[in-house]
């Protein structure tokens, strides 16, 4: 409970450093649907320092967000020399799933195609998402049912980085968490077919699972699950456990990357992960 109200209180800090955070680049705007949320934002760094694209999905808890308000993560990025693709996708409740899950394959599909128009290499995607994010780019990178459904070609991602994510639809999560599937649910839907612990099948996509004890939404437990399935499938997967201050639901999950990395040891390790591929 403590930590609940820690997450709660931690949004003015948050959005106070959102505010003065530096847009140093402006980014492209694709669109890629008619719905106003179905678009993403391509991030071309000043200096680039890596071959390595970044393709991020934010969360939200499947119903707020979008690419522009989360303008801070392409920018940390970029600033650190990786072009990113940042994508938008429809929200519920007014959307229920799997409307969430066709936009990202949709729009990773429609984003490779554009950086290949760049005459960028998507020989080496990184796959991120933080919370809802975190669920929905799971299933993007190791649901091979989804992925023969959207007709996705995966080939190029070598890692795929998740923070804060419900992977495992627990009993135990919290009420916040059940609310927020209930939004994005029809009454009645078969919730395993949206279960990344369920849906997980064999895959070369090394992970990092990003994780706090002290997250006050989302269950530590749910990343123990995904990284058993993922030991059980024998697919490389690393549990880091968050052990900066700061370590609340959305200063881990998105609020890392308003710092920098000598600041946050959970950042610094997301980009030497990274670096390591």
């Given at each position: 409970m403590i930590d609940y109200f820690r997450e709660n209180m931690s949004y003015f800090g948050l959005m106070s450093k959102v505010r003065r955070f530096p847009k140093n680049i402006t980014p492209e705007r694709i669109i890629y649907g008619e719905d106003k949320d179905q678009y993403y934002l391509y991030y071309e760094p000043q200096k680039i320092l890596s071959d390595k694209?970044?393709?991020?999905?934010?969360g939200g808890g499947w119903n707020a967000g979008d690419p522009d308000f989360?303008?801070?993560v392409g920018q940390r990025f970029a600033m650190e020399g990786y072009r990113i693709i940042?994508?938008?996708?429809r929200l519920s409740p007014k959307y229920k799933y799997p409307c969430q899950i066709e936009d990202v394959f949709n729009c990773f599909d429609h984003?490779?195609?554009?950086?290949?128009?760049?005459?960028?290499?998507?020989d080496k995607i990184i796959v991120m998402g933080p919370s809802a994010g975190a669920h929905l780019s799971s299933i993007l990178c190791y649901s091979g049912k989804d992925q023969e459904r959207y007709n996705a070609?995966?080939?190029?991602?070598?890692g795929y980085i998740g923070s804060g994510g419900p992977y495992s639809f627990r009993k135990d999560q919290t009420n916040t968490i059940k609310i927020l599937q209930n939004m994005l649910f029809e009454k009645g839907y078969d919730r395993k077919t949206a279960e990344p612990v369920s849906l997980m099948s064999s895959s070369n996509i090394p992970m990092l699972l990003v994780q706090s004890r002290h997250d006050g939404l989302v269950e530590f437990e749910?990343?123990?699950?995904?990284?058993?399935k993922a030991d059980?499938?024998?697919?490389?997967?690393?549990?880091?456990?968050?052990i900066d201050k700061k370590n609340t639901h959305s200063w881990y999950t998105a609020g890392m990357f308003l710092e920098k990395r000598e600041e946050n040891k959970g950042l610094d390790k997301i980009l030497s992960w990274i670096e390591e591929r």
């Open positions: 694209a970044i393709v991020w999905i934010h989360f303008d801070y940042s994508v938008g996708y984003a490779r195609k554009h950086l290949k128009d760049k005459d960028v290499s998507t070609d995966m080939s190029g991602v070598i749910c990343a123990v699950d995904l990284k058993k059980l499938l024998g697919i490389p997967c690393e549990l880091y456990e968050v």
